[in-house]
């Protein structure tokens, strides 16, 4: 495999030297790493970009951040992490995105998008009130655009006169092709300078060093907020030689599109909204069998939901798909804008739980402790693909603030249960331990319990039935309680409250997530190590 050169010798090359590197260095990519192919051209379409940057700049001295870490895989292999960037998104190899603790070169850790050019002028301010002169550069996707954070922070430095470069990384996309006014009238220019902004060139091609030397140096002589337009272009999955799976038949978000296109068919209130997510979630089924009744708002969570709440409260029944991990933007506006008006929206979390490679930015484990002490919210968990359609039908026919958590991929071969009691599936009787389950957690508590123990299926986060425990505590004086979330503020937390206000004898034993951020790994693995006892 062709040897990557170091920043060192990088900063040395003549523009022919460095055009040749930038090829090998997107080979090497391609030959070191699985992975998926999307986040693979994001990076790879910054090649150029990101040798320029760090030859103009004093990396890591002069602050250089990457708006999500889709585009930074050139940067950590040209910042002393090529010989291992082959375990990359692996147990104890690199992250999948910038991470202070992992590098000096990667200034702030990101991983939802939008966040980057707020963090610069938290740099800046710093480096004024402490009289540190340095660069300071944030490279933002347009796809980044689309997120309120990029206006917010626009407009604050605008009229501050921070001493900083935006950087427009303009490939056309977020996860599809990218969405919105901004996108499609192309008025970059327009919208910066009129938030207060130096635009110092627009259009400038990302794949060539020569140009991109020249502009970058020409910006970092500049002082204010300023702005570079710059387009790159980003690979298709044929240019990479790669294909991109389709969701198979029996993963959650096939069944969830196909539940939700049917009873669409029959209820023309049903709409769909998402944050530029329609492929990840498989709303994509949807919108191509209902285009006039599919929004997607771009990387815009906070909004997603108010806009729901919206169509709600003028008689829709809107649908609201995001990860898990990105909902986490949105508890105010859940909160605010939903569960106090008690309107009918439904949010479907996909990626609960533990999703393995994307680490600790992206496993969707905060959900239940966010939003369970909602008032009016109503949380289902499905543990299989015939459950998560009966929570649709369910959460429809309660019609208020309703959340369904699901996981990533294929549903678990699981025993068909022997009744449902109080909202409850019991799944196994017996005379020993009772495991309460929440989800697909399910398999690991058959896996782990004794044949004499009791198996329930809670089917809901909130509320639980509490006629059922206190039937159970009657009888059984050991409890356990699984759930693929951390164990701070979920359902282990409600039955031991439950069981502290009953002054029940009840041993509880919590099998959730501590209280620690999940790195990145097989997802198998880390739900056996990060699994306490408490």
């Not at 940057?53 to 602050?63: M, N, S």
Request: hydrophobic share 40%.
């Amino acid at each position: 495999m062709q040897a990557i050169p170091s920043l060192s010798e990088l900063r040395k090359m003549n523009i022919e030297s460095l055009e040749k590197a930038s090829i090998d260095i997107r080979e090497f990519i391609l030959n070191s790493t699985s992975e998926k192919a999307g986040h693979l051209a994001s990076s790879l379409g910054v090649t150029e970009l990101t040798i320029a940057l760090h030859i103009a700049l004093d990396t890591p001295k002069d602050i250089l951040l990457w708006d999500v870490g889709h585009q930074a895989y050139v940067h950590k292999v040209i910042t002393d992490r090529a010989d291992v960037f082959k375990s990359n998104r692996k147990k104890n190899g690199p992250s999948g995105f910038p991470k202070r603790n992992e590098s000096n070169f990667d200034s702030f850790g990101v991983g939802h998008s939008s966040t980057a050019l707020s963090a610069l002028i938290g740099f800046a301010r710093a480096d004024t009130l402490t009289k540190r002169h340095r660069h300071k550069v944030a490279v933002v996707g347009d796809g980044a655009f689309t997120g309120g954070m990029v206006y917010e922070a626009m407009n604050d430095a605008g009229s501050k006169g921070d001493d900083i470069l935006l950087i427009i990384n303009d490939n056309g996309f977020a996860i599809e092709e990218n969405v919105g006014a901004l996108h499609d009238s192309g008025k970059y220019k327009e919208f910066c300078k009129s938030l207060g902004w130096d635009f110092l060139g627009g259009h400038i091609q990302g794949n060539n060093i020569a140009e991109l030397l020249l502009k970058i140096n020409q910006a970092l002589k500049s002082k204010g907020p300023r702005v570079l337009h710059i387009k790159t272009n980003r690979p298709t999955i044929e240019d990479l030689g790669l294909s991109e799976s389709s969701p198979d038949q029996s993963n959650f978000q096939t069944h969830f599109a196909e539940k939700l296109i049917a009873i669409a068919t029959k209820d023309n209130r049903i709409v769909t909204l998402t944050a530029a997510m329609a492929q990840g979630c498989s709303l994509d089924l949807f919108r191509d069998k209902f285009p006039k009744r599919f929004f997607d708002v771009g990387i815009a969570e906070q909004h997603v939901i108010t806009q729901a709440a919206g169509m709600a409260a003028a008689g829709m029944r809107p649908v609201v798909n995001l990860y898990s991990t990105f909902s986490q933007r949105a508890v105010d506006q859940w909160i605010h804008d939903v569960a106090l008006q008690n309107l009918p929206v439904l949010l479907c979390l996909d990626r609960a739980g533990i999703v393995g490679e994307d680490g600790a930015t992206h496993h969707g484990v905060f959900d239940i402790s966010l939003f369970s002490s909602i008032p009016n919210t109503h949380i289902w968990a499905p543990r299989n693909n015939l459950e998560l359609r009966n929570a649709i039908d369910e959460a429809i026919h309660y019609g208020g603030p309703s959340i369904i958590r699901y996981p990533k991929g294929k549903e678990m071969k699981l025993p068909k249960a022997l009744m449902r009691k109080g909202g409850m599936d019991i799944i196994r009787l017996g005379h020993g331990t009772v495991h309460w389950c929440l989800g697909p957690t399910i398999g690991e508590a058959i896996l782990y319990s004794e044949p004499s123990d009791v198996i329930i299926d809670l089917r809901k986060a909130k509320p639980i039935n509490l006629d059922m425990l206190y039937s159970f505590s009657k009888t059984y004086s050991k409890w356990i309680v699984w759930e693929d979330a951390q164990s701070i503020g979920g359902v282990g937390s409600q039955l031991a409250s439950w069981i502290a206000g009953n002054n029940a004898n009840i041993q509880l034993i919590h099998k959730g997530y501590g209280d620690q951020f999940i790195e990145h790994g097989s997802s198998e693995d880390l739900k056996k190590q990060n699994r306490t006892e408490i």
